[in-house]
C-alpha cells in the first residue's frame, strides 16, 4: 500500500501549532477548523489541477465494463474531474473479450442501424456511439475527480447500511464527535476505513438522533463490493476522505499553505505565486507526476 498523507486533522493541528491558533473553540471564538478544512480543500484543487494542465491523465483510470446492448449512449462516469475529460472508449462485442478504441467523433452523428461500435462523441455529459450496439460492452477511460477531504464525523458502532436503514456512531467517543457538527444535517455522508479508503459512497441521510448516534438513511442502492462496517468512520459528503490521495511529497505545500492562509486568509493561487516557497513545492509536486514509469521508455521503443 502506498504511504499516504496525513489524515486532514492532524495536517490542521499541525498548521494551528505553527500559526498560534490553538486556543480556540469552533464556532465561538478562534479560527474555526472548518475554516482551515475548507483551505486544504482549496489547495488540494489547485494542486490538482496543475499536475493535470502540465502532466495530463495524472489520475485517469479505467472504468468497468459497461454493457451497452441496444444502447446509443450513456452517461459519462459520475466521479469525472471534468465533463470533457474522457481520453478513450474501448468495445468489446462480448464481456471479456478483445477490446479496441473506438475513434473519437467531433460532432455527434447516430447511423439509423444497429451493429458494431466505431466511433463515439462527447456532448453534455453523455458519450453517443455512432449506432445502436446490437451488443458488447465499453470500458472508458477519464480523469476521476479526488474524494473531497474531511474530517471524522462518528465511529461507527452499529450498521445496517441498505436503503432506508441505519448507522449508529459513537458519542460517547469525544475525540472526533462533536454535537454541533450535526446541527446542519448533511445530505450525504461517505464511510471510510482507518487510512481513509472510502468504504461506502452516497449514502442519502434522512435525519441524526444525537441522543442516540442513529443516522436514519433514505433509499439507495450501494454497489455489491460497499461495506460500513463496526469500527469504520462516518464523514461527511458523497465521496469523501480523511486522508488526500497525492502524494507524500505534496506534504510541505499543504504545510506552508494551511499556516499563510492562517496569517493572511488568501487563495492558493495568489499565496502559491508570491510565496517563493510555494513556487518551489509546487515545481517539484508537478516534476515528480511528470516521471514516467521505469518501463515507458522501453515500451515506446517496441
Given amino acids: 500500500m502506498a504511504i499516504t498523507l496525513p489524515r486532514s486533522d492532524l495536517l490542521i493541528k499541525q498548521a494551528r501549532t505553527v500559526a498560534g491558533e490553538t486556543d480556540y473553540s469552533d464556532g465561538d471564538y478562534g479560527v474555526d477548523t472548518n475554516y482551515f478544512l475548507e483551505a486544504l480543500q482549496d489547495a488540494h484543487d489547485y494542486i490538482h489541477l496543475k499536475i493535470i494542465n502540465e502532466k495530463g491523465e495524472a489520475f485517469a483510470i479505467t472504468s468497468d465494463e459497461i454493457d451497452v446492448s441496444n444502447l446509443s449512449s450513456i ?6 474531474l471534468m465533463p470533457h475529460l474522457v481520453y478513450n472508449v474501448e468495445y468489446s462485442q462480448a464481456s471479456g473479450g478483445y477490446f479496441e478504441n473506438l475513434d473519437y467523433a467531433y460532432t455527434k452523428e447516430s447511423r439509423p442501424l444497429n451493429g458494431r461500435l466505431t466511433e463515439y462523441a462527447l456532448e453534455n455529459g453523455i458519450i453517443y456511439f455512432d449506432r445502436i450496439a446490437t451488443s458488447g460492452v ?3 477511460r477519464y480523469e476521476q475527480a479526488c474524494d473531497r477531504l474531511e474530517l471524522r464525523r462518528g465511529k461507527i458502532t452499529a450498521s445496517n447500511a441498505v436503503s ?3 448507522i449508529t456512531i459513537d458519542i460517547a ?3 472526533f464527535y462533536k454535537d454541533s457538527d450535526w446541527d446542519s444535517l448533511p445530505e450525504y455522508i461517505s464511510v471510510n476505513d482507518r487510512d481513509g479508503n472510502v468504504l461506502m459512497r452516497n449514502i442519502p441521510v434522512v435525519s441524526f438522533v444525537a441522543a ?6 433514505d433509499t439507495f442502492t450501494p454497489l455489491s463490493s460497499e461495506t460500513a462496517p463496526v ?5 461527511f459528503g458523497q465521496r469523501s476522505t480523511t486522508h488526500s490521495k497525492l502524494s507524500t511529497i505534496a506534504l510541505p505545500f499543504f504545510k506552508e499553505y494551511l499556516k499563510t492562509i492562517s496569517f493572511e486568509g488568501r487563495s492558493a493561487d495568489d499565496i502559491s505565486t508570491s510565496n517563493p516557497r510555494m513556487k518551489e513545492f509546487l515545481a517539484d509536486i508537478i516534476e515528480a507526476y511528470a516521471q514516467k514509469p521505469a518501463g515507458f521508455a522501453r515500451v515506446q521503443r517496441r
Fill in 173 to 175: 467517543e469525544t475525540v
Fill in 138 to 140: 465499453v470500458k472508458v
Fill in 164 to 166: 432506508g436503514g441505519s
Fill in 212 to 217: 442516540t448516534g442513529v443516522i436514519t438513511l
Fill in 75 to 80: 452517461p459519462i462516469p459520475s466521479d469525472i
Fill in 231 to 235: 469500527g469504520a468512520w462516518v464523514v
